[in-house]
């Protein structure tokens, strides 16, 4: 069990966030576990966000801010925090969510008492302006068989041992993996032999709305599509059954309004539980 010394390293990146922001450094600072420290790196916004985090820097020494001299997208942000992190743990955070309190004091206890887990993740409550909208879960025993299908993961929910996000050498920066960060880390995170875990338990608040829907493209379709193909190859996928790559891409060309009616639905279940 933690004694709440050993350190954690929150990395996150943040571009014109200046809504959600206050409310995303408030839940990191609510913590029950103390012993973090909030690396945040501005990536070239155009609003007030850096701003923002440099007054809350003010009110706590915890927290520390960077800041890119141009947009740089999230892979290169966020390995920019590792190269100043210095706790034993990384945990994830997104600009427009929340964590609940007692997220970092379940994932370290977690990762401390079960060594032979490298990373950990946990349930979320999905959430936008109009409020809550249900759970959802990520499997508890992910296995490299699942990225078949979808990551293993919800990325932001995330802790990790920092010697294994060393290894993996953080993310991979390219146009191929530009929005599909995640989906890479966790073929390279398996292809080396890693396992992890989901807390089923919810301990972090994920900001999902339609508008999120109409922002997916075909082109966003392709290179995930692509993402999938090579990380296939990478962990060993039978190549008759990489046909599943295409999921992406025939998701991305389903009519938008479509796909708003089947989300409107899915809340509506999901808020029942």
Known sequence: MSDNNTLISVIMGAYNASETIADAIESIISQTYEDWEFIICDDCSTDNTYQIIEEYTKKDKRIIALKNEKNMRLAATLNRCLEVARG?????????DLSLPDRFMRQIRFLEDHP??????????????????????????????????????AHPT????????DSLEGYTVSEATMRAEDLDLWFRFYAKGYSGYNIQDVHYMYREGKE?????????GIQTAK??????????????????????????????????????KWREKEYLK
């Open 116 to 153: 032979q887990y490298d990373c950990v993740g946990c349930g979320r409550m999905i959430f936008d302006s109009e409020g809550k909208h249900g759970i959802r879960r990520s499997k508890e025993y992910p296995s490299k068989s699942d990225l078949l299908f979808d990551t293993p993961f």
């Open 88 to 96: 034993s743990f990384i945990a994830r955070m997104d600009a427009d």
């Open 158 to 165: 995330i802790m990790m041992k920092k010697e294994v996000y």
């Open 212 to 220: 999120d829907l109409k922002k997916r493209s075909l082109k966003a």
């Open 227 to 264: 993402v999938f193909y090579n990380g296939y190859k990478l962990i060993g996928v039978p190549f008759y059954k990489r046909i599943l790559c295409l999921k992406p891409i025939i998701s991305a060309i389903i009519p938008k309004s479509i796909m708003v009616r089947y989300y409107s």
